[in-house]
């Protein structure tokens, strides 16, 4: 790996098996931190790995969901290319980390609402693939209450406006504790995704939802996002 790289050490995989989940009372227990701050990659990297250990030791423990922004930086999935990258790597404009999700690369900064989850699949499907349209059916709700239509491209993970990705989506997880999840563009700067392949698709251009809404800030969204996930996942929020 490149010297500049950062890599974040990913937790051994496994796919587990389907677990009778019916005594689990509904809504689930989850923690909802909202940090103030920037949080640093590796800081909530942290969190997460800390909290699914907590829940793989405790298969009736709560769930949690981070809602921050990060410092700038780019990271890659644990598979992505690095031909994705169109700068020096030996001169990076911002840190670059690898970390174990899917997906290629992307660009975290201010002005980006990212939501981090770790929750157990078998309290809900054991099916990554329906987990990825639960999190494209969250930012399609919050998009509705904002006026505005999110879009689905067929084979692609994200969510689109009139063909521009404004959101792209993330996860990883180990025996069915999902980790990573998804960064929704409000009001960030935009220029240093010309400096990468956004997820490694050529063609799409990237955007932010204030192009829509002039204005718009990430303490506008974050109420609907939260309400978003409370509903589609039935989560009983507690701080």
Aim: with cysteine; proline share 5%; glycine share 8%.
């Amino acid at each position: 790996m490149d010297k500049q790289f950062h890599s974040i050490t990913p937790a051994p995989v496994h796919n587990g098996k389907i677990v009778n989940s019916s005594h689990l009372a509904k809504p689930f227990k989850t923690f909802i931190f909202e940090p103030t701050d920037l949080v640093p990659i590796e800081q909530s990297w942290d969190w997460q790995q800390e909290w699914q250990k907590m829940l793989l030791a405790d298969p009736l423990g709560p769930q949690a969901l981070w809602l921050l922004q990060h410092e700038n930086c780019y990271t890659l999935g644990q598979g992505a290319n690095e031909s994705n990258l169109l700068f020096d790597l030996e001169n990076p404009p911002a840190k670059i980390y690898r970390i174990n999700r899917g997906g290629e690369v992307t660009q975290h900064l201010p002005g980006q609402l990212v939501a981090y989850l770790v929750l157990d699949l078998k309290r809900y499907q054991t099916d990554l693939d329906w987990y990825l349209r639960q999190l494209e059916e969250t930012l399609i709700d919050v998009l509705k209450l904002l006026d505005l239509v999110g879009e689905r491209i067929e084979g692609l993970t994200g969510l689109w406006i009139e063909g521009k990705k404004v959101a792209s989506i993330g996860i990883g997880g180990r025996r069915w504790i999902t980790q990573h999840g998804l960064a929704l563009n409000i009001n960030c700067d935009l220029s240093g995704f010309s400096q990468i392949v956004p997820c490694g698709i050529r063609g799409k251009e990237v955007a932010r939802l204030d192009y829509w809404i002039p204005g718009l800030k990430v303490s506008d969204v974050q109420p609907l996002i939260r309400r978003s996930f409370v509903e589609r996942f039935d989560l009983n929020l507690t701080c």
